[in-house]
C-alpha cells in the first residue's frame, strides 16, 4: 500500500494539496480561533460554546463532510441538569439545565465499518469549578486543552476526505462538548449513537496533544484494548519521538466512554504542564510542528489499519480502579510521561507544601516520610499515607543532589 504520510503533502479543506509548512499555519488558525477570547474559554451551555460550534460546523462544511448528529444537522443537542451530589438521582437535580452540543460530521465511504475520530472542544469558560487558577476571574482559552486536539481532529477530515488509501472505512469525526463537566459529550453519544455502533471500527481521541516534547515523549493509552495496537504502533513509530504506551482504556476523556461500549480505543496526549486549567494554557504555549507530526502519524495509523479486518476488542485492566485515595497535596503538576525512577515535578503551586519546602520544577520526589518513590502509582501510595496537619520529610534529587525539607500538609 501507497505510503503518504511523510510525502508531507496533505489535503486541506479539500481545497488542494499543501505543503508542511501550510498545514502547521493552518492548525495554527484554528487553534488561534478555537483559543481566542471571542469564545470567553468555551464553557459548555454558554455563548462561547455555541460560537465555537458554529466555527467547527463552518469548518467542516468546508472541508465536505456529511452533517451526522440529529435532524440532518451537524448537531447533536441536549441538556443535562447538573447535581449538587454526584450520586443524586436525575429527581434529585437540581439548578438550570444546560444545553451541550456535539458537532458531527461524516465521510461515507459505503463501508462496512467506520472509524471515530474525536476531541472536545469545550473548555472551563472564565475558571470557576475545574479552574487550578487563584485570583480574579479571567478567559481560560484551552490551547492545548482542548483547541489542539479539535485542530488535528478537522486536518485528519482534511486528510481522509477522498484518500483513496483510507477508502475502506467511513470515517466519523465528533467534537465533544461536556467533556470537563465529567465527559458529558461522549457518554451521551454512546448512549444516543447516529451510526451503529456494532459498525464501530475503532475510536479515536485526541486530547491535550499541542505540547510535544521531544525530551519526553508522546502518550497514547488504550494499547491494550486491541491485539493489533502495539504491532501498528511499533510499524508506524513517528520520526524518533519515544512513544509512552498505556493498555487501559479508562481514563479521564472520552475514549473511555466508547470503550465501556467494548470499543478498541487509542488516547493520544502530549502530557500534563503547569498551565492546565489556568488562563495561561494559551497559544504561545503550543508545538504546532509537534501537533503537525502528531496528525500525521495518526493518519499513518489509520492507512496501516485499512484493508484489514475490523479490529478485535479487548477488556483491560482498569488502572484508575486501583489508584490510592489521599486528602492530601504537596500542591505539584507531576510529569506524567516522566519515565525514570521518581516523581518528576513539572509545576509547584504558589503557597502549598511543596512551594514551601522550596521545591522547583524538575525536581525528582525519591521519597516521603519511610515510603520509597519509584513511579507516579508509589508517590500516591504515599500520599494515602497522611492527613492534613501531619508533618514528614520529603526528599527530591536536583541534578546530581539529593535534597531534604519537612513539609506539613
Known sequence: MKKIVFS???FVFAVGLFSQEEQIENLTNLVKQLSSDEFAGRETGTEGQDKAAEYIIEKMTEIGLTPKGTDDSFLQEFEITPKANPHMSESQANGEPILVKNVIGYIDNRAEHTVIIGAHYDHLGMGGEGSLYVGDKEIHNGADDNASGVAILLQLASDLIGNENTASNNYLFIAFSGEEKGLWGSNYYCKNPTIELEQANYMINMDMVGRLDETKGLAINGVGTSPLWEEVLTETKVKEQELILSKSGVGPSDHTSFYLKEIPVLHFFTGQHEDYHKPTDDIEKINF?????????????????????????????????????????LGVMPDYMFQGDGMRIDGVTEGKPADKAGFKTGDIVIKMGEIEVSDMMSYMKALSEFKKGDKTTVIVKRGKKEIKEKVEF
Open 289 to 329: 510542528k509537534g501537533m503537525y507530526l502528531i496528525g500525521t502519524y495518526i493518519l499513518d495509523i489509520i492507512e496501516h489499519l485499512d484493508n484489514k479486518e475490523k479490529l478485535e476488542f479487548v477488556k483491560t485492566k482498569d488502572e484508575s480502579a486501583e489508584t490510592p485515595r489521599f486528602t492530601v497535596t
Open 8 to 10: 508531507f503533502l496533505f
